[in-house]
């Protein structure tokens, strides 16, 4: 969500959350699967071709539960070229082939917790058994638009796993039970997302 003001300052506001772990489980208390992340930024728009904002993250990018400084940049170096980044998570840089197709190149860290349903295994002496995973993400994207607000996402690369560890309660640096260490991998991601359509901004701005 992007809050302008009349003057070169905006508001950000980035969230989501997830349902982890091995559901449907009799017992497991649902609020446990409940992952979220939240991420506040206030910027400035010097001009068409370049904008900042500075925040703060709560999230799991890092393997676990944590607060973290965010600096956004973005800058068009021209019609075709530009970065687009959220430090110290991501940093991609941009080609514009035309207004239908783009391509991106960069990295990205991901991570994430999952509640684990130890029961029946020989981890059911344990009473809330997690995993938290991080890696690092080096990876080429295309997008195209298929449809005014239909557009596909094809995208390559390698990860670096950082952290993959089973630990007995939520906090991912407490209790270790399990601390394992991933080797290099490839990855491939085709997807299908929406984006609103362009008769909406025309809608918005009154042209």
Same mark, same amino acid.
Do not use: C
């Given at each position: 969500?992007?809050?302008?003001? +009349? ?5 950000? %506001? ?5 349902? /982890? ?19 506040? $930024? ?6 068409? /071709? ?8 709560? @999230? ?5 539960? $944590? ?18 980044? %959220? ?8 080609? #514009? ?18 509640? %684990? ?10 009473? +809330?058994?997690? $995993? ?20 596909? @996402? ?31 991998? #490839? %990855? ?13 901004? +025309?809608?918005? #701005?009154?042209?």
């Amino acid at each position: 969500m992007i809050k302008p003001t +009349k003057s070169n300052k905006y508001f950000i %506001l980035r969230a989501g959350f997830d349902f /982890n772990g091995d559901y449907p489980s009799d017992k497991i208390n649902a609020g446990e699967f409940l992952k979220f992340s939240i991420t506040p $930024l206030i910027g400035w728009k010097k001009n068409d /071709n370049l904008s900042y904002a500075i925040g703060f993250s709560y @999230g799991y990018a890092f393997g676990r539960p $944590l607060i973290y400084p965010i600096f956004s940049y973005n800058k068009n170096f021209n019609w075709n070229w530009g970065i687009e980044s %959220l430090l110290p998570v991501s940093l991609k840089l941009r080609y #514009t082939k035309n207004e239908k197709n783009y391509f991106y190149a960069g990295f990205e860290l991901q991570g994430n917790s999952y509640r %684990l349903d130890n029961s029946d295994t020989v981890f059911s002496a344990y009473d +809330k058994l997690h $995993l938290f995973h991080s890696e690092l993400r080096f990876t080429i994207t295309y997008e195209r638009e298929l449809h005014d607000w239909l557009w596909l @996402g094809i995208e390559g690369g390698a990860r670096h796993s950082l952290t993959f560890n089973v630990t007995n309660g939520p906090k991912a640096n407490a209790d270790i039970i399990l601390k394992n260490k991933l080797s290099e991998a #490839t %990855l491939l991601n085709a997807s299908i997302f929406i984006v609103p359509p362009k008769g909406f901004f +025309k809608k918005s #701005t009154g042209h």
